[in-house]
């Protein structure tokens, strides 16, 4: 599909939340979403496109107590979202149970004893705690266990039930997986630290959602590799030709290390002493020295390279702002505090460079997926081995694209 | 026994049409009862059973004929078949057509009372109707005796007379058959209605002899009592009596005045209900409301279709079954014996299996062609048959075709005998069913063993339930190498020495050595040897002696054969790697845990899967000691491993175990002696087969055995050819995915050998400048080889068995893409990233590309030959957490 299409960036923002009625706290729902400022209000009727089983005005208002965030792609998105759902139906959980004996959720119990999905007893066990087990596995998993996500909570309450399971349970979460503690968990609102992506920021509304947080790396990168010419490798030390090759490059802000995309992440893997790896999650700069996200790097790259109209429109916003700051407060060199005005300015047009209700497509799909398969996947024959494996991580991403 | 349910049948049949009768009935039954209860009551004592049965035939049967064409036919062809046992048994006996004429002369007179007495039969009806049975006659007869009883009357006679009609028309072709009873018979029916009547003023009479004939009546009422309660809920009924009778009486009223006597002698004699309701018909013996009930219930019959089935069976049953019952018994069992054989197994469901109901009717078709001596027919065709009783490995083990044959003729004469004694003894039924059953067994079991007679003389199924047999039982080895050296003493001076090496590998069973048409057999039971052993030269023989003196010296040194297979091979002139063989281990014997601590030595992630990790593992060891061992060492670990998995063998289908084994032998094994050597020690699947074989061959061979360097290159080609045959076939193999590597493994200890002997068959045939090309080659060959494997089967299957392997590959695959060079493509790498940039930009892998990159391009950078299928790649790209998605559909 990206291929011959036009590939899509990693997005901005995905996220699979947790959703939980404040009138009826065992009401709980989850979705996901890449823009959960506007979900949020969804749900709650607010605006439309909330799924059904949020629908209920005896349920409103609802709280996104957690939320999963850092997927990569919708694709992933919607497999992580399903798999939760469908704890009982993933093959990432089962595949988790056959490593690690532990007694997980009940839900896996049958999955240990053979083919899981003999019963579809999808939605008995719908409580804060179950969903909380199956997301600590599914964290676990082969599968998710390497992607780069953060969990963060912003209720204390779950973030405590999460906590208790976290004492019980065998497994250890992943180094790599950020646990944040966010909204009421925070004596204090935080302040809005745009730079971090493992800040706190106190509420829903305050995740940053677009690409406007890349907007300084983007323009270093941008500008650097306008005049690639003196650009090399800094593995391979070859010259670089950022129109043909992907070019990797330090997000340190004043770091002008560049390098292939492959040599750098040969050079990570390397260095983490993995040869099985394909991914690495982070690594030292060769140029600066300083500790890279991988991911941080590659949204950046994917985001040049796939969106560059978006981002150059991103670029020329900040240009304008810049200038409006700089006109306001003399010439200030930072950029950087723009703070929430531009974001929102920013957030439309990002949304729409992604492709016309791109995520919004995916957000019905799933609210619909999940509340449909209550009903269909209850009632699909249990028989499912194959069927359940292809669904789980098929449907959605069909659906998705 | 068959012959009581028959007259029974008839009788029931016949009364309906011939409705008018009920008088007749009570005045016939008496004298028939008599007459019955005498002879028949031991009889019907065996044939109980049957009897519901029979009223169960009659309703399916009359209704079929009239209503279902369908049903018809079937109903014909049991009316057929009865009509020729009323027909015999009416010749017998010819005082049973008289008495019929009685009662058709009877039955107008009875008609003819029925009309007037329709009231109170509609009363009756009503209350009959509560019965399930028939509402429609209820309400018809409700109707009847609300509107008029001339109405009924009508309707009545007019049924009837076209029932009749038909009925004599039946009759008519009947008699065609038997023209005796046919020509009593067809005006009996006719006649009867007017005579029922007539004899219904005999009643009383019948009533009195009754009394007196009591206690033989009891007997015999007593199992028609039994049938008759549970057949119809009539008698149930009976306390209102009229209700009940009207049933019978539409079940059984034309049975002429005999049949439906019989019934109501049955209930009064035989059981306090049944008595309770012979005198309640004797009281009411008033013949208006009997005939007023037989009227009626002719009426129900003739607007009921099942009725009017009913008498048309009653017509066609009617001139057969008025020969009297005792008489019918006695001409059966003088006759014919396929006719009685038929009823009976449709009137004795219950106390023949299902089983028995078909041997009887094979038998009967069988006799049918022998209607007079049937039980002679029978005898001599099993006579002709070979019949060989034991298990499949008694069988096989059996030394010569001549001992079989003096077994089977022991078995026959000690059979026959109560075959020949049963049709003398004529005169009781129970001895004669007791004849028939015996002949329908032996039929039976001849047509079982038919099968396995076939598989001792040879067939395809044979070498593998052999090595089932011999894996399966450790002790029956001796047996069997007793058996073996027997073979071969007897075989050796006929053929030649590869021919008993052959057998010695394959196991095929003793008759088909010997057999003067050793190539076509062999072709058909092995699918790989296609050439014929006759062109085999000389040297192909010494070849073979290498191998079996290979094999010798392996047997001595025991399990691990392979190593002293590999060691003579050496000698021979083959790779030296036999050494390290034996130090890989056994993966499959491991916990899971030390398969995952295994795994993780390797520096290799946790793989889920056990087979996964066994295969890994092995895989690991192999690339760490070497292919040469690693093609070793795999067979090495199959005979023990085949221990477990052998009992699951019989489950699995062997194809596919061979193929998978195959391809994953082949890429392994240095070279093709390793792989025939391995086989052949695998071949035995266990420790002491492979010594037995050893044992065997070696005299011969050592004798003969010239080791040629050469011996070793010719078996390369062979092993080509043998892939590719056998990897088709196993395509099937896609369903047991499941069955991992251990199954194939095991499977492959008993498939081995077919190999070992295509080898040996074909080897002889390519020239040896060809053979040491191929040895050269032999490398490079078996890649495509290994490749054009899995692309025969299907993605799935080969995915399982290669997946460790293959995502080792893939991984390598993935990193040595190279990157599109920027001269090549205006935009390079970054319009077309390269399926490694794509995972590390986290792009969800659309797997369908991805495998096909792999397949086409990427597997061959790495100098894999396999392909993967899309679920493999799927497993690689979720062990390594990279996201991958399916390609969506056409829509996006």
Known sequence: ?????????????????????????????????????????????????????????????????????????????????????????SRHLDSEDDLEPKPRAKANANAKTG??????????????????????????????????????????????????????????????????????????????NQGDELAPVGSINNLSIDYTRLE????KSMFMLEDPDDLQCTVCKESISSDEEQIVVCPHPNCRGTSHLLCLSTTFLDAINEPDLLVPTQGTCPSCGNTVQWVAMMRELSFRNRAEKEARAILRKKEKRVRKESAAMGDSSVPRSSST????????????????NWFEEVDIESDSDFEDGQKHRSTRPPSKLEIVIEDSDWDDAELVE | MASIADVIILSSSPNPPRSPGPGRYDTKPISRALPQGATPPPIRLTSDLSQPHTRSRFFPTPVASTTCPEDVTKPKRRLTKKDPTSDTSKQTAPSKPRRKAKRAADAPGTIALGEPQSETVGTKDDAVKPTTGRPRKNAKNKDSGNMTLAGKVTKTSGDPPTK????????????????????????????????????????????????????????????????????????????????GFGKLVSDYSYSGSALNP??????????????????????????????????????????QGENLGKPKKTTKGKPKKFTTLTARMTAQYSTNYAEEDEPVIDCLPDIRTTKERRRKAKETEKQSSFTVLSPEAAVEFLNDQDLVFGTCSQLERDDSPQTLRETQQAIRASESLPHLEGPPNKGPSAVHESSTRFASRLAGTRNLWCVGARDTEGSLIQPETINVIDLTDGGESPAKNSHDNMEQASHKPLQGDWYELEFADIDLPPQKRPSSLPLTERSLDLDTQVQAPAPIPAASDTAIATTATAKVKAAKTTKSAQRANNTPTEAVGSQPATSQAPSMPQYTGFTDAELSKQVFSYGFKAVRGRKKMIELLQQCWESKHGSNATSDTQPIGQPEQQKEPVSKKDNVPKPTSSAKTKATVKPKSGTFKKNRKPLDATKPTSATSASRTNLRTSPNKNSRGKPITASSTSFIDVEEIQDSEEEIIPSPSQVQKHY???????????????????????????????????????????MPSSASIATAHTAESSEEISLAEISVKITQAVRVQPRVSPLSSSRGSRSRPTWHEKILMYDPIVLEDFAAWLNIEGLGLVGEDREVGIASVREWCESKGICCCWKKKATW
């Open chain 2, 740 to 782: 991992t590597d251990i199954y194939s493994k095991s499977k492959t200890g008993s498939q081995l050998p077919h190999r070992s002997l295509d080898i040996l068959t074909k080897s002889p045939s390519p020239s040896p400048t060809k053979r040491k090309a191929v040895s050269s080659n032999t490398s490079a060959k078996r």
């Open chain 1, 216 to 219: 300084d790396y983007l323009e």
């Open chain 1, 1 to 89: 599909m990206e291929d011959s299409e036009k590939p899509k960036p990693i997005p901005a923002y995905y996220c699979c939340y947790l959703l939980r009625s404040t009138v009826r706290h065992a009401s709980l729902y989850i979705g996901s979403t890449p823009n959960p400022i506007r979900r949020l209000p969804q749900h709650n009727g607010v605006a439309k496109g909330g799924a059904k089983r949020t629908a209920r005005d005896k349920l409103r208002p609802w709280e996104m107590t957690l939320v999963v965030e850092g997927f990569t792609s919708n694709v992933g998105a919607l497999q992580f979202e399903w798999a939760w759902q469908h704890p009982e139906r």
């Open chain 1, 115 to 192: 083919k899981p999905k003999s019963k579809p007893r999808a939605r008995t066990r719908r409580s804060l705690m179950a969903h909380l087990e199956d997301l600590h596995s599914l964290l676990r998993s082969t599968y998710f266990s390497s992607w780069p996500l953060r969990v963060r909570f912003f209720c204390v309450d779950v973030y405590r039930i999460w906590r208790a399971w976290n004492d019980r349970v065998d497994g250890r979460l992943p180094d790599k997986i950020e646990v944040i503690l966010d909204g009421d968990n925070l004596a204090t609102a935080p302040d809005a």
């Open chain 2, 262 to 303: 019989r019934d109501l002698v049955q209930n009064a004699n035989g059981e306090g209900p049944t008595k309770r309701r012979r005198i309640e018909l004797a009281n009411p013996e008033i013949q208006a409301l009997l005939n007023g009930r037989y009227s009626d219930s002719s009426d129900q019959s003739s607007a």
């Open chain 1, 341 to 356: 005005e531009p974001r929102s300015l920013l957030e439309e047009p990002t949304e729409d460079d992604l492709g016309p």
């Open chain 2, 164 to 243: 009749k009609s038909s009925k004599g028309g039946k009759k008519t072709v009947a008699t065609k058959l038997s023209p005796s009873e046919d020509a009593s018979e067809k005006p009996t029916p006719k006649e009867s209605n007017v005579l029922g009547k007539d004899e219904a003023l005999h009643l009383d009479e019948a009533t009195r002899r009754r009394m007196d004939w009591t206690p033989p009546r009891e007997t015999a009422y007593e199992e028609i009592a039994t049938v008759d309660d549970g057949g119809s809920p009539d008698k149930d009924r009976d306390p209102s009596l009229m209700r």
